[in-house]
């Protein structure tokens, strides 16, 4: 009785011992599965299967941290060329400086610095923000008893006439 009692211990020992090595795997595993990874499907599906836009946007967002780091660039210049169809109302700048930090760090480069041009150098586009070198506006010469009237230049369409929807006669 002794005998068989010592082996029923034996048996239940090493039944303990391998259950607590298929709970161990099984951690393993579950960690190797949360592991991240960049499978655009997944954030694709978030997309499209998510409703709400709030939170839409916290799922891609908790996507983006987990997996970002691990997408390669032309995953990452994937996913930010679909933002408006797969985020929609939930895309907001934040998503795209996450997406763009991400693919600054996959490109390898430091971000550029931005080149300012000189002050001679300004186009007539950017005199918006000093007027002091805008072109002068064109004026219409006043007519007798009224104030002088500021003209836009004619625009004349490719292949067209200038005087078309006018109503005026060629």
């Not at 090493?14 to 709970?23: F, I, K, P, V």
Request: aromatic share 4%; with cysteine.
């Amino acid at each position: 009785m002794k005998h068989i009692r010592q082996q029923l211990h034996f048996a239940l020992a090493l039944l303990a011992l391998a259950l607590m090595g298929s709970a161990q795997a099984a951690t393993a595993v579950a960690k190797s599965a949360a592991a991240p990874r960049c499978m655009v499907a997944e954030i694709r599906g978030i997309a499209f299967s998510i409703h709400h836009p709030n939170e839409r946007y916290v799922a891609i967002t908790e996507w983006l941290n987990r997996n970002g780091p691990t997408c390669s660039l032309e995953k990452l210049q994937y996913i930010n060329s679909n933002r408006p169809n797969w985020f929609g109302h939930s895309d907001s700048p934040a998503l795209g400086q996450v997406l763009d930090q991400f693919i600054e760090i996959a490109t390898g480069a430091p971000p550029k610095a931005p080149v300012v041009a000189a002050d001679n150098d300004r186009s007539s586009l950017l005199a918006g923000t000093n007027r002091a070198d805008a072109p002068p506006p064109v004026v219409a010469p006043a007519v007798a008893g009224q104030p002088p009237i500021i003209v836009a230049p004619v625009v004349t369409a490719p292949g067209g006439s200038s005087n078309k929807g006018t109503g005026a006669k060629p």
